[in-house]
């Protein structure tokens, strides 16, 4: 077997968790390597990605947040209909956010984000592709990470940013299985999702650029979202008669996604446009089982959980990139801190001072509260968004006859609710007036809703 020279973090998966921590840890001289099981670091999977204020902090932090705000477009209103076409109403909160925040909302190709974090790593050697875990062992002085061509490396900790299908989460859950009992429901899928890329539509439909659409009906339903140059971004969620348990490996094929457009196609995404014209211009179109929850435990020995691999959520609240960013910028913010806690020495594997267990201990500990209890709140309110949007239970029969009254000034309080608890890397050398910005604002907290709508 081969040896990797040791480092401090082994990060497994190259996904935006995994890819957002490699750059934090080179910038921040703490050693590193990426192992991504696939063969290319950013795949043409054919998803997009929401970027919310949140998370463009933490990319103006590593210092590419210039080429993410390439793909930006002001934002103009988002309309919420039912599938039958009434119009519920139309707000543009969004808006608002770089009043309030100082940073606004992308839409973008995920491929080209994880391109972006790729670029820029410095030494491209640290990426690994290709190399697929196959065992995750703990000692008293280090962790042991196995690939399936037989390479190892040490390290001080295991990051397993490696999806919801997680070997890590797999590696602690065995650990501590005598202190776990995991629910039927564990990270089940109830609902599945058609998510797909079109080309514009002429400005005749009014599905043009910074405009986004929520089509509310039970079964099955519609969310829109509008890029740069009039890029349709669009999901198609359906409720599942049975659950698929987390066991169970469900895959789709082009006849189950044409029989998931059929429910939709013709539904009126405007008046002047059904949703068939907007499948009928699709770049790519992939199905999925949307897979729901939050890991029992984060970390154990040495290993600990970030992104979809820990918090697995459905893409109505636009959060799951922004909380994997999140949670890499708190996980490397208390390898900060225990840096200085050694006196600023760089905690590698293979020389001293090599982190004993206690504080090893500490260090994931004081990440996991700091960062489940936020990640439980806005896992919730994902699942609600997308339950109502199909019309399931009583929130939905409460919420949807209230959306013609639910103003700017409502949404707004409920985004930045949100947004103020976001993490960010700290203590950190890189600052910008919009960093500060937003952290005058969130120390705030107060009036500021109406204080920029008056502005406005």
């Known amino acids: 077997m081969t040896y990797k020279d040791s480092v401090s973090v082994a990060i497994i998966g190259g996904g935006i968790a995994g890819m957002t921590l490699a750059n934090i840890l080179e910038q921040a001289g703490i050693s590193y390597i990426l192992w991504e099981a ?6 043409p999977a054919g998803a997009s990605v929401g970027l919310m204020p949140n998370g463009l902090r933490v990319l103006d932090q590593i210092g590419i947040l210039d080429e993410v705000e390439h793909y930006m477009v002001p934002h103009v209103d988002w309309e919420h209909r039912d599938g039958d076409g009434t119009l519920y109403c139309t707000q543009s909160a969004l808006r608002l956010l770089p009043k309030a925040l100082g940073y606004s909302t992308i839409f973008m190709e995920r491929q080209r984000l994880l391109e972006i974090l790729f670029d820029n790593i410095r030494d491209k050697t640290t990426v690994c592709t290709g190399k697929r875990v196959s065992l995750v062992e703990n000692f008293d002085t280090h962790a042991l990470v196995t690939a399936t061509d037989g390479t190892q490396v040490r390290c001080q900790f295991v990051a397993g940013a490696d999806g919801v299908h997680s070997v890590v989460r797999q590696a602690i859950e065995a650990a501590c299985l005598a202190d776990l009992r995991i629910p ?24 043009t650029a910074g405009r986004n659409f929520t089509i509310y009906q039970a079964s099955s339903s519609l969310l829109l979202f509008t890029g740069r140059n009039g890029v349709i ?13 987390y066991s169970e490996t469900k895959r789709y094929g082009d006849g189950d996604i044409e029989v998931a457009f ?11 446009v059904t949703f068939a014209e907007v499948f009928r211009n ?16 984060w970390a154990a020995g040495r290993m600990v959980l970030m992104g979809d691999a820990a918090h697995k959520m459905v893409p109505h609240a636009a959060m799951g990139a922004n909380q994997a960013m999140e949670s890499a910028a708190c996980f490397a913010s208390r390898l900060l801190e225990l840096r200085a806690q050694l006196g600023g020495c760089n ?9 004993s267990p206690v504080l090893v201990e500490a260090c994931l500990e004081g ?7 936020r990640i439980e709140h806005v896992v919730k309110g994902a699942s609600l968004s997308c339950r109502i949007q199909l019309k399931i239970g009583d929130a939905a029969q409460k919420h949807i006859p209230r959306l013609p009254s639910l103003g700017d000034e409502r949404w707004l309080e409920e985004l930045l609710k949100m947004l103020y608890k976001a993490e960010k890397i700290e203590p950190w050398d890189v600052d910008s007036e919009r960093m500060r910005y937003y952290s005058e604002q969130a120390q705030k907290r107060c009036g500021s809703v109406k204080r920029i709508l008056d502005n406005c």
């Open 38 to 43: 696939y063969h290319q670091v950013a795949p």
């Open 184 to 207: 039927e429901d564990y990270f089940a899928t109830k609902i599945s999702c058609v998510y797909g890329i079109s080309d514009p539509l002429p400005p005749s439909s009014r599905i």
């Open 233 to 245: 971004y669009w999901f198609i969620f359906s409720s599942l008669d049975t659950t698929i348990p």
């Open 262 to 272: 059929a429910r939709v196609a013709h539904i009126r995404v405007t008046p002047a």
């Open 282 to 297: 699709r770049r790519t179109a992939v199905m999925t089982p949307l897979e729901e929850g939050i890991a029992l435990r």
């Open 347 to 355: 905690i590698s594997a293979d020389l001293p001072p090599l982190v």
């Open 367 to 373: 990440y996991v509260q700091k960062r489940k209890p």
